[in-house]
């Protein structure tokens, strides 16, 4: 004899809602990550130019081309991958994530398949690709409803960072490679910085939500 149901106990969650709940949770994440490799890779690439600029020279300067092509190329998918992301959550920011990771690709490729051509010519160019790319990403900081304090005020430093770096090429477009392999890698850190403290404060808020 079946026993009668009871109205007042509560039912189950239906299995759909708990893999909903379950891919929620794990793009909430993913964006913790991406936001984390991008400062790290930046770190990496600014520490490296920063340290050790002569291994854009010739003997070397091809493999330190493919190498940060490729990383720049995985660098781009982990963008379109945090701007799929902010999409879903109706982030009104996220077609500047989407504008730096292809300005990020194109870059990548650019070293990958050009990684003999004049180290001058491939580091201007480079340059005024980077200085885009930063400065969208500060718009991005600054109109995305989830940061505010130290993020937006760090937003705000990188478009100044990027105007004053576009202004330098401006003036000194002849600069030597060196000089530029400096400015960029300095960039590159302040950037890595960037991400980082935005990652913890992405996390953060996760917590907060009782994202697990």
């Avoid at 304090?149 to 002849?174: E, F, Y």
């Avoid at 935005?198 to 697990?212: E, Q």
């Amino acid at each position: 004899m079946s026993t009668p149901h009871d109205a007042s106990q509560p039912s189950e969650t239906p299995p759909e809602f708990v893999a909903q709940d379950q891919v929620r949770s794990f793009v909430r994440k993913l964006s913790f990550g991406t936001i984390l490799f991008r400062g790290i890779f930046a770190l990496i690439i600014g520490v490296l130019m920063v340290l050790a600029p002569a291994i854009l020279a010739p003997a070397l300067g091809t493999l330190a081309a493919v190498f940060i092509g490729v990383g720049l190329v995985v660098y781009s998918v982990a963008e379109f991958v945090d701007a799929h992301r902010e999409r879903k959550a109706d982030e009104p920011g996220w077609g500047w994530i989407v504008a730096t990771g292809i300005i990020s690709l194109l870059l990548g490729l650019l070293f990958i398949v050009f990684p003999l051509i004049s180290g001058s010519v491939l580091l201007l160019v480079a340059s005024w690709i980077i200085v885009a790319a930063v400065l969208l990403r500060g718009i991005f900081v600054i109109a995305s409803r989830y940061t505010g304090g130290w993020s937006t005020l760090l937003g705000v430093l990188m478009m100044i960072a990027g105007l004053v770096l576009g202004v330098l090429l401006l003036v000194q477009p002849g600069a030597t490679i060196i000089s530029l392999v400096w400015v960029l890698g300095l960039f590159a850190i302040i950037s890595g910085i960037i991400s980082l403290v935005l990652a913890f404060r992405v996390r953060k808020i996760l917590k907060d939500a009782g994202v697990k």
